[in-house]
C-alpha cells in the first residue's frame, strides 16, 4: 500500500485551513480524510477560536473515530465528530452564528472487503477501478446553485446549511444526513484519491485534464506535483479564468494506492 499526502497553503500570510490526515490501523486497512476550511469573511463569526483550530479538531476526530471504530458508518461518524468538535468550544462561542467555523469534508475508509466513502460539500474523492477507470463522488449541490445567489455575503449565507441551498459540517450533528455516501468491493478499488478544490482546480477550473488524468499525475508525480502544477497555472496569467475566486487557494491532496 503507498499513501501521499501534501497541503500548501493559498496565502503564505494566513494560516494552511485545510486538513489532511491518514491512518494505517493495527487491524488493517486504512484511513484518509480531507476537510477544508471555509474562510470567512471579514467581521464577526461568533467563535475565538478560528478555522485552523475548527479543522484541526474535526479531522483529528474523524481520523480516530475512522481508524477504530469499524462497527460505525461514516454518517455516524461524522455527525459523532461534529457533535464533539462543537461541544469543545459550545461554552465560549456562538454555535448558531451563520459563519460559525465549518469545513468541506471526505472521508474514505477501506479493509480487506469493502471501501467506504463520504463526501460533503466541494472537495472531490476519486476512486480507481482495477481498469483504470475512474469515478469522481461529488457532492455538486453548490455548483448547482445559479451564480447570481451567490452574488452577495448576505445571499450565501442564507443558502448555507439549509434547505434548497448548501451543507458544510459546521456546528450540527444532523448535517452529517446531507453527505454523499457509499460503499465498494474492495477487489473493485485500485486506488482513491480526496482533493481540496484548491486541488481539484487542476481538472474543474483549468480542464488540463479528467479526473483520469488528474489521479495518472498523482501517482506519477505525487501530491505535490499536482500542487505544482495548480500553482503553475494560477501564476500564469493566460491560464486564469475569469471570475473563479481566489488566484491561490489552500490546496491538498491525498493519494492511496490500495
Known amino acids: 500500500m503507498r499513501i501521499d499526502l501534501a497541503t500548501a497553503a493559498g496565502n503564505p500570510e494566513r494560516p494552511n485551513e485545510d486538513w489532511l490526515s491518514a491512518a494505517t490501523p493495527a487491524a488493517g486497512g486504512g484511513v484518509l480524510v480531507a476537510l477544508d476550511g471555509v474562510t470567512p469573511p471579514p467581521g464577526d463569526v461568533g467563535c475565538a477560536h478560528g478555522v485552523p483550530w475548527f479543522t484541526a479538531r474535526l479531522g483529528g476526530r474523524l481520523t480516530e473515530l475512522s481508524g477504530s471504530r469499524r462497527d460505525m458508518p461514516l454518517a455516524q461518524i461524522l455527525a459523532e465528530s461534529i457533535r464533539d468538535t462543537a461541544d469543545a468550544h459550545r461554552g465560549t462561542c456562538d454555535l448558531s452564528h451563520v459563519r460559525t467555523p465549518q469545513a468541506t469534508v471526505v472521508v474514505v475508509r477501506w479493509d480487506e472487503a469493502h471501501v467506504e466513502h463520504l463526501v460533503l460539500s466541494d472537495s472531490v474523492l476519486l476512486l480507481e477501478a482495477p481498469d483504470g477507470g475512474v469515478t469522481a463522488v461529488l457532492d455538486d449541490r453548490l455548483d448547482r446553485l445559479p451564480r447570481e445567489a451567490l ?34 468491493p474492495r477487489g473493485e478499488v485500485r486506488a482513491v484519491a480526496a482533493l481540496t478544490d484548491g486541488a481539484s482546480r487542476w481538472t474543474d477550473t483549468f480542464g488540463e485534464g479528467d ?26 496569467p493566460a491560464s486564469r479564468p475569469n471570475g473563479r475566486g481566489k488566484r491561490h487557494d489552500d490546496a491538498s491532496a491525498a493519494f492511496a494506492e490500495l
Open 151 to 184: 452574488r452577495t455575503r448576505a445571499a450565501a449565507d442564507a443558502l448555507r446549511n439549509t434547505e434548497g441551498g448548501f451543507f458544510t459540517a459546521a456546528a450540527d450533528p444532523a448535517v452529517a444526513a446531507r453527505a454523499v455516501t457509499g460503499r465498494s
Open 211 to 236: 479526473w483520469a488524468q488528474c489521479l495518472a499525475v498523482l501517482r506519477k508525480e505525487g501530491a505535490q506535483g499536482l500542487i505544482g502544477r495548480v500553482r503553475a497555472l494560477e501564476s500564469d
